[in-house]
Each structure stands twice: as structure tokens, then as C-alpha cells.
């Protein structure tokens, strides 16, 4: 309203118009390029230069009188501006909060892919959830102890002392569950096997006998794995002669016998290996071996090999008609534990049980049962030495 009221601007607007209105004329009688046409619109363009000039005059003059027209006397300070005392961003206690969230967001997610597709077992619930129906004799937990290169199997009492007291309970554990799995004259003769090399069959075969005869039974252990054999290594005698001396030769049972430094424990060792070992030990020398054990002992453990992809461990199995399975925690697959328990079904062989190999009772994952037992046996042992 200010500049269309001021009487200088309705002036300029005036001769502006009229301008206009000569150039309309002048252009009737003359080109563009005539001197008397670029005159009249230089004039033309100096009006409009002098109304955008009085305009911005009329502006700052409003500006200045509002400006003046607002004095302190007509506000009062609500509160004081101060510098902050620190940086107002980045939040780096935010930041570190969310990385930290995303973190353990993202190591919940690989435990949980790596549980989901982890298919072996690790405790004895791992059965019923993973559908395998067999009876579960007992655990034997990871024994920590630094090893480098290949030892032989240790008796649990030559190991070292934090793991000799949960060893032997294991064993004794163990031991009790054998007796119960079978009537007495089954229980006579004992093969263990696994399903995989390395999987601790032998240091079972050697502990379970080494138990029995301290129990007082008149104990021999058999070492059957004619390809890779070891109790000769563990007891530290010769290996000359054997069984594979006896099944193949006509020698006296009792002059192959070798004594060990545990009272009631005897060994029967593998012998010099042959190129044959399913045959031999399939062999009527073999049955006949067998009677001759159990009329001279009380119990007989048989050290069986593995039995994906050898047949010793079927044979011997069916001369005896049982089996004893070893399973190490997290490394034999399910459906291999199931595979073989078909396999033993289709050639008639009863599993007494299967024991789960070491197993690490001091991580989080393995609850339940097997872990309760563990710890109120250390705290009731460790608390009475």
C-alpha cells in the first residue's frame, strides 16, 4: 500500500505509460534500429530502472521505522544464551550403544545359524530332539590337557590330577550303567566300537576294563583293531604276537595272554597286522577264541575298529551279538549315528548303549542334567579333600 500511494512512484508509472505509448507510435514509422526508436527505449528502460529504485527506497524506509518503533523497554530476556560445554554431536555414547547392540544382535544370529545346522551331538538331549533312539549309557567329559603329535591312549589315572577326579567318576558312572544294560551273561563279553576313527573307543575300551578289574573282576582286554592297534602302546609292551597270531596259527590261548601292571587286568594285544583282518576275525578260530576268554575270565572288553566303511567291527559284533557305540561330541553327524544303528538292526546286532565322548560339561550350551551332575559332584568331592 506505501508504494502504490506514493506520488513519486505515480508519477514515474504515468511517464511510463505515455513512453510506452510513443514507442508503439514511433515504431509505426520507424525500424528498430532507428535512432529515434533506441532512443525512446532507453528512456523506457530509465523509467523502470528509477520505479525498482524508489520501490527499495520506499522498502528500507518502512524497515528503518519499524526498527525504531521496537525499543528494549518493549522485551525482556527469558533466559540467558551460554556456549555449550561440549559438542553437541556427534553422540559417541549413542553410537557406542548401538554398535555394541548390533554387535551382539549379529553374534546371536551366527549362534544361532551355527546351532540350526550344527548336526552332531553334544549332549544327551540331542538324541530324543534329533530322533535317535538309543540307549544312553553315560558321559565321558573333554578332558583339557595340551597334547602335540599322536599319544597313546592314557589310562585315566595317568592323567593329571584336575581331570583324574571327573574321569574316574565318569568311569564308575559308567561302569554301573554297563551292568545294567544287559543281563550278567551277556555282560561277559564287551566289544566297543564308534562310528568314526578318533572318536575315543579305545581309551573307553581301556578305562571300562582297567574299572572292572579294580571292581575285582578278572578282566582281559582284547585289542581287535588289527589295523591300527594301540593298548600295546598304552600298557607299554610288545607286540610280537597276538591275535592275529592265535586266529591264524595254532597256538595256545593262555601263552598269548600278557599280564599289565593292574592287578586282575590281562591283555590280549592285536599282534603283527594282516592283510586280511574281516576274514580272520570272522574265522571259527576266532569263535573259539571267544569260548576260551569267557571260561578264563570274568569279563572280556573287545577294543573293536570303526565301523563306516570297515567291516571288522560288524563281524565281531555278530559273533557277540552286541555292541557298545562311542560317540565324540560335536563331530559325529546324526545321520551317521543313525545309518549305523539301521545297519546294526539289519544284521541282528542289539546296541547295549552309546556313550558321549568328550564332552565339554563347562560351556553354557551343555545344561540340564549332564551339567548339574558334574558340578554337585566337584563341589561335593573338592569340599571333603
Known amino acids: ?87 553437541v554431536g556427534p553422540d559417541r555414547m549413542r553410537i557406542v550403544l548401538l554398535v555394541t547392540l548390533g554387535v551382539l544382535i549379529a553374534n546371536l544370529v551366527v549362534l544361532f545359524l551355527t546351532d540350526y545346522f550344527d548336526d552332531t551331538i553334544h549332549v544327551m538331549e540331542d538324541l530324543e530332539r534329533k530322533g535317535i533312539l538309543v540307549p544312553f549309557l553315560g558321559p565321558l567329559p573333554l578332558i583339557r590337557e595340551k597334547e602335540t603329535g599322536r ?33 550278567p551273561e551277556a555282560l561277559k563279553l564287551l566289544a566297543i566300537t564308534s562310528c568314526l576313527p578318533a572318536e575315543g573307543k579305545s581309551f573307553m575300551s581301556l578305562n571300562v576294563a582297567a574299572s572292572l578289574a579294580m571292581d575285582g573282576n578278572k578282566t582281559l582286554l582284547v585289542d581287535a583293531d588289527l589295523r591300527r592297534p594301540t593298548i600295546h602302546e598304552s600298557f607299554d609292551v610288545e607286540n610280537d604276537t597276538g591275535l592275529s597270531n592265535y586266529l591264524t596259527g595254532n597256538v595256545d590261548f593262555n601263552a598269548m595272554v600278557k599280564e599289565s601292571y593292574i592287578e586282575n587286568l590281562s591283555l590280549f594285544t592285536s599282534g603283527p597286522t594282516s592283510p586280511n583282518p574281516s576274514e580272520i576275525l570272522g574265522s571259527d578260530r576266532m569263535k573259539l577264541f571267544l569260548q576260551d576268554a569267557v571260561k578264563v575270565f570274568d569279563r572280556v572288553i573287545i577294543d573293536c575298529p570303526p565301523l563306516t566303511g570297515i567291516g571288522d567291527g560288524f563281524v565281531i559284533g555278530s559273533l557277540i551279538g552286541h555292541l557298545i557305540l562311542v560317540v565324540s561330541a560335536g563331530k559325529t553327524p546324526s545321520d551317521l549315528i543313525r545309518h549305523t544303528q539301521q545297519q546294526l538292526d539289519k544284521m541282528g546286532i542289539k546296541l547295549l548303549g552309546m556313550v558321549l565322548n568328550k564332552m565339554d560339561v563347562e560351556k553354557e550350551r551343555y545344561g540340564g542334567y549332564t551339567k548339574h551332575y558334574y558340578r554337585t559332584y566337584n563341589k561335593y568331592y573338592r569340599s571333603n579333600k
Open 1 to 87: 500500500p506505501a508504494i502504490q500511494s506514493d506520488p513519486t512512484i505515480r508519477t514515474l508509472i504515468e511517464k511510463k505509460n505515455q513512453a510506452e505509448a510513443d514507442m508503439q507510435t514511433l515504431l509505426k514509422q520507424y525500424r528498430e534500429k532507428h535512432p529515434v526508436v533506441i532512443k525512446a527505449r532507453a528512456n523506457l528502460k530509465f523509467l523502470d530502472e528509477s520505479i525498482e529504485t524508489e520501490k527499495r527506497r520506499i522498502i528500507e524506509n518502512l524497515k528503518t521505522k519499524a526498527e525504531g518503533q521496537l525499543s528494549v523497554q518493549q522485551g525482556r530476556i527469558l533466559e540467558a544464551a551460554e556456549p555449550p560445554e561440549r559438542p
Open 151 to 183: 599319544k597313546p591312549v592314557q589310562l585315566a589315572t595317568k592323567l593329571s590330577e584336575s581331570a583324574k577326579v571327573e574321569i574316574l567318576e565318569a568311569f564308575r558312572y559308567l561302569r554301573v550303567a554297563i551292568n545294567f544294560s544287559a543281563p
